[in-house]
């Protein structure tokens, strides 16, 4: 979880990988009309995210053994729908400073999010409560490291 630029994708991929689970880009759900919205730099509502939100639950929930997903599930509401669909569900909080995600987000190419919503997505974003499963890891980390710290607290 995490706003864009944290590379939800790409440690999210590698995780799976040295979990041996299946992967997806929860980006790959969004409805045409969310995608479109934030082309056009509108943020979504969380009437937009409900639908976007119950289709990654669904895909999780489809996965007994397991699966990694990348998702914002930037407040603690869309994560609790996510943890209704799917019970024990562990955050892996990616954050980092807001320079270092909007340079990351300009240089990425064919990605339908613009860094003009990079701010609206930080003053919405509502880090892990003491009593969700989860934790935060630093982005200034390389991925292969965030994902052998990710895979330390996973075994712990």
Known sequence: MGVSGTGKTTVGMLLADALGLPWRDGDDLHPPHNIAKMVAGEPLTDADRGPWLRAV??????????????????RRPYRDL??????????VHLHG?????????????????????????????????????GREFDVADSPTELVAQIMSWLDA
């Open 97 to 133: 400073d807001r320079d270092l995600l909007a340079e990351r987000m300009g240089r990425r190419h064919g990605h339908f999010m613009p860094v003009t919503l990079l701010d609206s997505q930080l003053s919405l974003l509502e880090p892990l409560a003491a009593d969700e499963e």
């Open 57 to 74: 639950g669904r895909w999780l929930g489809q996965r007994p053994a397991g699966g990694v997903i990348a998702c914002s599930a930037l």
């Open 82 to 91: 996510l943890r209704t669909a799917v019970p024990g569900v562990r955050f």
